[in-house]
């Protein structure tokens, strides 16, 4: 039993003031121990060999939808999924990807404004200039940010909102800017202040089963 668990078992015989510093002492240790647990998913995302294969893009994220599904009930949240490719990917890591960038659209709504969330994709030719691939991009209505900060909000510990506004570790970017490069990728980010963020991940066209030692 940990220092939060004994205080919680003992929590009829605490006062209103020494109850309110056990819930604080609570919240910090769940935080603490969230935090963990995403830096150990960090630091694993580059080791050994990571196997891809084909996944239907559009029922990683119908998954993820019925994961998410009490947060988007709670929200009044309108989840809106295009047209997505099958792609060869590492299916967990790129489930994640979605997870925080939807996540992050139904966390920074704007006040008296339900969330809507879309994520959609168009193919990519040689001619863009690039190699063949797709683009898909997940865009919200919420608050937004200054396009100033479109590379800062991808780096580690990196928050543009303090934790009393909006909850968060300011690692999930930073996760979902390493998984996609893993894949080969680039993710851009854009926006303005009050009109919504716009999040672009360019995936190359790969083949199934390909080993990726890092």
């Not at 009044?76 to 960038?101: C, D, H, K, W, Y």
């Not at 704007?110 to 797709?134: F, L, R």
């Not at 919420?142 to 690692?171: A, C, M, P, V, W």
């Not at 800017?177 to 009050?194: C, D, L, Q, Y």
């Amino acid at each position: 039993m940990n220092f939060v668990q004994i205080f919680k078992s003992a929590q009829t015989r605490l006062d209103a003031e020494s109850e309110g510093y056990l819930q604080s002492i609570s919240k910090a240790a769940g935080r603490m121990y969230r935090l963990l647990d995403l830096l150990m998913d960090y630091s694993r995302l580059d080791r050994g060999a990571a196997v891809f294969e084909k996944e239907n893009l559009a029922e990683v994220v119908q998954t993820l939808r019925e994961d998410l599904g009490n947060e988007i009930r709670q929200a009044g949240a309108t989840l809106t999924v295009g047209e997505l490719p099958r792609l060869p990917v590492i299916s967990g890591q790129m489930s994640l990807v979605f997870q925080n960038l939807i996540g992050n659209g139904l966390k920074f709504q704007k006040p008296g404004e339900s969330p809507v969330v879309k994520v959609s994709s168009e193919a990519v030719t040689p001619s863009d200039g690039a190699g063949a691939g797709w683009r898909i991009t997940v865009e919200d209505n919420g608050i937004g940010f200054d396009e100033k900060y479109s590379e800062r909000i991808f780096q580690i510990f990196q928050r543009l909102h303090g934790r009393n506004e909006y909850e968060g570790t300011g690692i999930g970017l930073a996760i979902c800017r390493k998984i996609v490069e893993r894949h080969g990728g680039v993710v851009a980010a854009h926006s303005s202040p009050g009109a919504g963020a716009k999040f672009v991940i360019t995936l190359p066209e790969r083949e199934s089963g390909a080993n990726s030692h890092e």
